[in-house]
């Protein structure tokens, strides 16, 4: 095998590479997709109240089934659309549920709190 000078590498790559140039730049490092996947791409998915179809458009996925099998555990997530899962658990909305489910009623238990209770109006 022989090796290429750095200027034969970048005419190499400017020459069959253009589709690529200006495209974004991954952010570095990704996620780690989590052993319990399953279960947090659940709880994402009912508390911004989202169906798989709907899910699976808000993060760029093919479709229903791709979440239905990561739900069911038999696909794993990629890092990139788990960084997308992520983002979505971030959104101001699921924040909120997250942070209404925290709160504990008198009796100890969770308390039911309605998510248009949270907005303060």
């Known amino acids: 095998m022989r090796c290429a000078s750095r200027a034969a590498g970048?005419?190499?790559?400017?020459?069959?590479?253009?589709?690529?140039?200006?495209?974004?730049?991954?952010?570095?490092?990704?996620?780690?997709?989590?052993?319990?996947?399953?279960?947090?791409?659940?709880?994402?998915?009912?508390?911004?109240?989202?169906?798989?179809?709907?899910?699976?458009?808000?993060?760029?996925?093919?479709?229903?089934?791709?979440?239905?099998q990561w739900e069911s555990r038999k696909r794993t997530p990629s890092p990139v659309l788990w960084q997308r899962v992520l983002e979505l658990e971030c959104e101001p909305a699921v924040c909120q549920v997250n942070t209404a489910a925290l709160l504990v009623s008198g009796s100890g238990r969770p308390g039911r709190i309605r998510v248009s209770s949270l907005g303060g109006h």
Do not use: N, W
Request: aromatic share 8%; glycine share 6%.
């Open 10 to 68: 970048q005419l190499f790559l400017a020459r069959h590479y253009r589709c690529f140039s200006g495209q974004e730049i991954c952010p570095a490092p990704l996620p780690t997709v989590p052993d319990d996947y399953d279960k947090r791409l659940r709880v994402v998915r009912s508390r911004s109240g989202l169906s798989q179809g709907a899910l699976a458009r808000r993060i760029g996925a093919a479709d229903k089934a791709v979440v239905y």
